[in-house]
């Protein structure tokens, strides 16, 4: 599962990247913004949605998160699903 997030301090990832978040499997930086907010792709197990774990751990390093969702499957994803069978 992909979820991606912005983050104006710019220090979400390496913060991420020090926790023990289990669920993490990939921490991408996407894109860092003219306004200085940087945007990650964060993706973990299969069907494990981080959003409350990111918030909470993010929080406690008073990182603001601008905006964060679960992204949706892409047609490479339903595709891979469909040829793996259904798993």
């Known amino acids: 599962i992909s979820q991606p997030f912005t983050d104006k301090t710019g220090t979400a990832g390496e913060t991420l990247c020090e ?3 289990k669920e993490i499997t990939k921490i991408e930086l996407v894109k860092e913004n ?16 981080l959003r409350k774990i990111l918030f909470k ?3 406690k ?3 603001t998160i ?6 949706d499957a892409t047609l490479e994803d339903a595709f891979m699903k469909l040829i793996e069978g259904g798993n």
């Open 66 to 71: 601008f905006e964060m969702k679960k992204a």
């Open 19 to 21: 926790t023990n978040i």
């Open 34 to 49: 003219k306004d200085k907010t940087k945007q990650y792709l964060i993706e973990s197990e299969k069907d494990v949605d």
């Open 61 to 63: 390093e008073n990182i």
């Open 57 to 59: 751990e993010l929080a």
